[in-house]
């Protein structure tokens, strides 16, 4: 029996107002700061509608800061140049006209034209790929988690940090995070994605960890266990056959601490 093909599905991130943000992030911050004025569009102005590029560039080259509408076709990787970070809002759109790519080889999720058709706007999640909804959830209870892993070591400091530095020892032998959960998330085209999810759990963990009294030492601790824990959300598909990467999952989900790590669906 012949196998249906997937759609291909082209997205866009805009910032939380609806408008797309540069596509050259430190162009765009250059000429900021000499007085002048990026020209952007509003998505949620035009749902449902054809837009034109408003001040088209070079076919494709970057050559102002907006040039062209910028897609991908690897939600995984939509994070990747989004200037003001998360939150984002994103859309599904239709590219219309003349396509093109900066490099195939180098970015074949990506696709650059100067007209498309704002076809609807999706879920947030989308963007951190199909795990994403997974990811926003840890990443919501982390201040919450991060507060009373702070607890927990203030309760009983000594037991705790040999039991934290066992695990960090176990996490920097076996590179769980640095390697195993970054290289699958190349492979899968989740690069983006984790980057971000990294960042975001890192500041949610150690702002929270800072605020419940906690040492640097500490709130470093803190913010690498949050850290393996958002990736072995994202990457839960991908670190799981075979004894020893179950072991990997487990240390990245918190294996070995006290405060049980969230299930993952």
Known sequence: MAHSIRPVV??????PDGTVPPTDIYLARYLRAQGETISTVNLVDHLGQVVDHPTPGQKWYTDRPFGYFHMYTRPG??????EDGWPIRLFVVEPLGETGNWATAYSPYWLLSHQIRVVEETDAW????????????????????????ATD???????TRRMYTAWEKRVDHTRALTSWAFCRAQYSR???ALQAANQLA???AGQAATAAGADSHTVALIQLRARCLVAGQLM???IRDGEYEQSIRGL????GLDTPAAVAA
């Not at 990787?77 to 989004?82: F, S």
Request: no cysteine; proline share 4%; net charge negative.
């Open 126 to 149: 989308k963007a951190f790929g199909h795990r994403g909804a997974q990811v926003l959830a840890e990443l919501a209870q982390l201040p919450d988690l991060a507060r009373q892993w």
């Open 252 to 255: 990245l989900l918190g294996a």
């Open 190 to 192: 989740r690069e983006a």
């Open 77 to 82: 990787e939509i994070l990747e140049r989004v």
């Open 153 to 159: 070591w203030a309760a009983d400091p000594e037991s």
């Open 202 to 204: 890192g500041d949610a």
């Open 10 to 15: 082209h997205y866009i991130a805009t910032r």
């Open 236 to 238: 839960f598909d991908r």
